[in-house]
């Protein structure tokens, strides 16, 4: 397994270091690293620290921040920015913008599995200016151009 530089920020993530649940999970999951339990209103979107900063480095790599499909589905616990990017160069803390598109309070906890973290290559591209595509079967059809069966 490739290694990622971590820094914890908060002493009290030492022992709770983001992980994969099972062998083959893709997310590590981040908590909330608050010091007390927090109310999030339905229709409010909070930054939740984790206490935690990772150094990606290499260019050809990023991290997203995804939601937790079970907090996501059951208590409308998404994310303010839906995905959360984390560029290979960002070294500040991994932050959690926490937004409640349901219809009841949330509270939450504090080191509750809040979100997760995937590890994802990237390709970085220079732009080749053209005047014209080489025709490909799609063109521009788009937004439902293929039907619906
Ligand atoms: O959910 C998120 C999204 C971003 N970030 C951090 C890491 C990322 O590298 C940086 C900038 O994110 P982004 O480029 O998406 O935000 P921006 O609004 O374009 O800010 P900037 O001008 O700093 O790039 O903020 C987080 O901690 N959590
Ligand atoms: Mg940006």
Not at 87 to 104: A, F, I, P
Not at 113 to 140: C, H, K, N, Y
Request: charged letters at 20%; glycine letters at 12%; one cysteine or more.
């Amino acid at each position: 397994m490739q290694k990622l530089q971590v820094k914890i920020l908060d002493e009290r993530m030492r022992d709770m270091l983001p992980a994969y649940a099972t062998q083959g999970s893709a997310g590590l999951d981040l908590r909330a690293c608050l010091d007390e339990a927090v109310v999030i209103e339905p229709g409010q979107t909070i930054l939740v620290p984790t206490g935690l900063s990772i150094y990606v480095a290499d260019p050809g790599y990023c991290a997203l921040i995804l939601p937790r499909s079970g907090l996501g589905h059951k208590h409308g616990i998404v994310l303010g920015n839906l995905v959360g990017l984390i560029d290979s160069d960002y070294q500040g803390q991994l932050m959690v913008s926490t937004w409640n598109r349901g219809q009841q309070a949330f509270k939450l906890e504090p080191m509750e599995r809040l979100a997760q973290l995937v590890i994802v290559p990237v390709v970085q591209v220079a732009w080749d200016v053209v005047e014209e595509f080489e025709t490909s079967d799609r063109g521009d059809g788009g937004f439902g151009s293929t039907g619906k069966k």
